[in-house]
């Protein structure tokens, strides 16, 4: 489901939840190709898991809302060629929950 770095048997359960968390978000809140929606959610369920590695990494390395909300935005930009907008609002959406969820996590 994720890539290299993801949560498996020598993961920390925290680590786990945290890469779960990043993967909800990014699945139901930034969703820029709007799969969440579609009748057949299930089936494309793993549609944003190759990017939640780079999100955690991205949490860890301090980056603030804004610039995460940018990442986000080049990554529907250039990984799925969408953009406008509702996307950059949805990243930035996304990001400051995923920042509200990352130091709650931490504390």
């Known amino acids: ?3 290299e770095a993801a949560p498996g048997p020598a993961m920390p359960m925290r680590m786990a939840a945290l890469f779960k968390a990043v993967d909800e978000a990014l699945f139901h809140l930034w969703d820029p190709i709007g ?3 579609m009748a057949a959610a ?5 549609e944003y898991c190759g ?3 780079a999100v955690v990494a991205a949490l860890q ?3 603030d ?7 986000l935005d080049m990554l529907a930009r250039e990984q799925m060629s969408i953009e406008g907008r509702h996307i950059s609002k949805k ?3 996304t990001a400051n929950a995923l920042l509200d969820y990352y130091h709650h996590w931490q504390a």
């Not at 299930?42 to 793993?46: C, E, F, I, S």
């Not at 809302?65 to 990442?71: F, G, S, V």
């Open 1 to 3: 489901m994720w890539p």
């Open 35 to 37: 799969v969440a929606e």
């Open 42 to 46: 299930d089936a494309v369920r793993d």
């Open 51 to 53: 990017y939640v590695a």
């Open 61 to 63: 390395q301090s980056m």
């Open 65 to 71: 809302a804004q610039a995460l909300a940018a990442y």
């Open 91 to 93: 990243s930035q959406v």
